[in-house]
């Protein structure tokens, strides 16, 4: 079975930076589209980032141009470089599997990102 791990939230400042980390397990990693989601207290669930196994890209528009998401797959490892932290995006981070010939999806159980003004 598929395992995601996050790891790497915490509490940062305003303008500060973070890099999440999400270990897969239990997947052949290079066939899967990686993602990360965010969701806040009382929202939706929202699109943070997701990388194809060939590289291609896509970001939300709040994210865009502070946020970096890349893989390593290698380690099995999807990171997000989060840069120029707001108060608005903190939330809970989760992590996203797509294994692009099944289509099966997993999700990891999130991470807390908390950014102070």
């Known amino acids: 079975q598929v395992q995601l791990v996050e790891s790497g939230g915490g509490l940062v400042q305003a303008g500060g930076s973070l890099r999440l980390s999400c270990a897969a397990s239990?997947?052949?990693?290079?066939?899967?589209?990686m993602g990360w989601y965010r969701q806040a207290p009382g929202k939706q669930r929202d699109l943070v980032a997701t990388?194809?196994?060939?590289?291609?890209?896509n970001y939300g528009d709040s994210v865009k141009g502070r946020f970096t998401i890349s893989r390593d797959n290698a380690k099995n490892t999807v990171y997000l470089h989060m840069n120029s932290l707001k108060p608005e995006d903190t939330a809970v981070y989760y992590c996203?599997?797509?294994?692009?010939?099944?289509?099966?999806?997993?999700w990891g159980l999130g991470t807390q990102v908390t950014v102070s003004s």
């Open positions: 996203h599997l797509e294994n692009i010939f099944t289509r099966d999806a997993y």
């Open positions: 239990g997947s052949i990693f290079s066939i899967n589209t």
């Open positions: 990388i194809t196994p060939g590289d291609s890209i």
